[in-house]
Nanobody, 120 residues
Framework: QVQLVESGGGLVQAGGSLRLSCAAS????????MAWFRQAPGKERDLVAD????????NYGRFVTGRFTISRDNAKNTVYLQMNSLKPEDTAVYYC?????????????WGQGTQVTVSS
């Protein structure tokens, strides 16, 4: 089992920045491909970004447009999402997720989510 705990959400004005963190425990963190998803009320869950086991490869949702950066620190068992130039449409609950290995498949582990609200 992998336990994931997100933090860093909050209320920010449009154009501002937030840094989300997701602390993992329970298994060897470097064995897990990590991702951030988000879900706004009434909308489907979207992949924001994902990152490989070593952190060398990252992918982003099209709506990110260079504003967000995903990173990980395997020594600290933590994955981060730096979000800059935030827009009101970025308002959502942000979830951290993990899956074992870099070979695709479902994300089997999820955090409880952290709310991000961007005011106009």
């Amino acid at each position: 089992q992998v336990q994931l705990v997100e933090s860093g959400g909050g209320l920010v004005q449009a154009g501002g920045s937030l840094r989300l963190s997701c602390a993992a425990s329970g298994r060897t963190f470097s064995d897990y491909h990590m991702a951030w998803f988000r879900q706004a009320p009434g909308k489907e869950r979207d992949l924001v970004a994902d990152i490989s086991l070593t952190g060398r490869t990252a992918n982003y949702g099209r709506f990110v447009t260079g504003r967000f950066t995903i990173s990980r620190d395997n020594a600290k068992n933590t994955v981060y999402l730096q979000m800059n130039s935030l827009k009101p449409e970025d308002t959502a609950v942000y979830y951290c997720a993990a899956r074992r290995g870099d070979y695709g498949g479902e994300y089997g582990y999820w955090g409880q989510g952290t709310q991000v609200t961007v005011s106009s």
